[in-house]
C-alpha cells in the first residue's frame, strides 16, 4: 500500500555552480526570472538561457533548461515570439 520509491526521489537534484552546487529550485526561479525579463520580441531560446546561466557561474545542459521550463510551464521561445505577436496585433 505504501509502494517504493527510488533512493533519489528523497534528494534534491543538484547544478553545479561557481560557489558549489545549487539546489533545482533555485536555478529554476533564475530561469524564471530571465524569461520574465526578456524582450518579447526576440524571446530567449534554451540554448541562450544556457549561455546567460553560464555567465552567472551555473553550468547547465540545455536538455535540463528546458526541462526545468517545462516544469514551470514556460512554452518555448518560439510559442512565446508567437503569443508576442498575437498580444501586439490584437
Given at each position: 500500500p505504501q509502494g517504493m520509491f527510488?533512493?533519489?526521489y528523497f534528494f534534491n537534484a543538484a547544478i553545479q555552480g561557481d560557489d558549489g552546487d545549487l539546489a533545482a529550485e533555485a536555478v529554476k526561479s533564475k530561469i524564471r526570472q530571465?524569461?520574465?525579463q526578456e524582450n518579447p520580441?526576440?524571446?530567449f531560446s534554451d540554448q541562450a538561457l544556457v549561455n546567460l546561466l553560464k555567465e552567472d557561474g551555473v553550468t547547465i545542459a540545455r536538455r535540463t533548461?528546458?526541462?526545468y521550463r517545462d516544469m514551470l510551464r514556460i512554452p518555448s521561445s518560439s510559442e512565446r515570439r508567437r503569443r508576442a505577436r498575437l498580444n501586439m496585433a490584437g
Open positions: 527510488e533512493l533519489k530571465l524569461i520574465k520580441k526576440k524571446p533548461v528546458a526541462k
